[in-house]
């Protein structure tokens, strides 16, 4: 008999990184697989189920505007139930540290179905930062049953919070596996046209706990050093939340360096940052695809659950403090040896695999760890 799996995610990032493993899963004999997308993004979902061509069985639609993290968390477990109930799945994968997935692993708590978490083991150990995806995986962890650790540093902090050895597995990040169909020599964009010979800034921001006085700080600074640097152009693909966008409106609008346009597909987005001078970002996917094209990336967080890239010198923190963000942003535009320490290449979060590992493990095959 078939297991049938169920994966259940909600949001841009989690579709990017789990749509490869349903393609996936969905070549295995030994797998049925359910698609339950929460829609806790829409538009921006939407964006990457088309790019990957999965077609949900359930859509719980749930996405308001300027939505609290009561509104995802009620939504989400009354919607969820019931598709639980009929579908009766062997297992259950969620993805990373959303409200979706925290909502979706309790749930499945809730009526004994037994979880793998993808991206499992990413810690900061500070519940508020970020907020509240750091409470989300913490807490994820505690129900899931197979924990998905892309990398040998997030096994071990699952092993040493005391989670079973035996239900941990190290597969490598399956965004690796997403970006190796992505990149293209010959890839033309008409913004990247109008970036031309100019140093290519490429820009995001969007987490929760950087919204307000910190998101401000953010661009303010990126405004001061592009004014001072003609031979750059900003390219920032914007995050549909309507606070963000008051935000940039408000500090970046007019400023004819940059192009604020709207989300692009995965696609177009890891093109445009693979030809990136340099990468400006509070995301936590960017920090896991810049690495691999040597590409630096200003993290502007006070700390970051992907130490991995900090230690290879492709990422460096920054805070949200615009002083700091004008200095070092300026030093990597004005001192070629600093720019040359952060941007070699190196790949230390998958081998592209991920998604194959992940479909042995759950039809009982042998699996062979991923070593970096
Ligand atoms: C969510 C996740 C965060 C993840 C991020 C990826 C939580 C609490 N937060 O944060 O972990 O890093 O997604 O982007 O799980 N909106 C739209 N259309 C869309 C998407 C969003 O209009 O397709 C607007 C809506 O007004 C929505 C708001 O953005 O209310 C915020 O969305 P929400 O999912 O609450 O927060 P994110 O910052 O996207
Ligand atoms: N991304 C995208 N289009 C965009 C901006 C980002 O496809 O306009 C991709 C990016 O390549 C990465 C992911 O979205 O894979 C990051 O998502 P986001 O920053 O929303 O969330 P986070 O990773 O911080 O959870």
Redesign the pocket.
Known sequence: MKRKIMAVFG???EA??ICPLVNEMKKREGLQVVVCVTAQHRQ?LD??LHTFGVVPDYDLDIMKDRQTLFDITTGILQGIKAVLEKEKPDVVLVH???STTFVTALACYYLQIPVGHVEAGLRTYDIYAPYP?EFNREAVSIISEYNFAPTPLSRDNLLREGHKPERIYVTGNT?ID?MRHTVKADYRHPELDWVGEHKLIFI?A??RENLGEPMHHMFRAIRRVLNEHPECRAIY???MNPVVREAAEQELGGCEQIHII?????F???NF?SRAYLCL?????????CPSYGVPVLVMRNTTERPEGVAAGTLRLVGTDEETIYRVFTELLEDEAAYKRMSGACNPYGDGHACERIADILEGKPYAPWEP
Not at 262 to 266: G, L, Q, R
Not at 281 to 289: F, H
């Open positions: 949001t841009r990032p990017i990184k921006m964006q990457v990373g540290d959303t995806e965004v997403a995001t969007h987490r693909p914007i995050h709207e989300p692009i597909e995965v177009d987005c890891h940052e970002t509070d995301s936590g996917g960017i920090q896991e695809e």
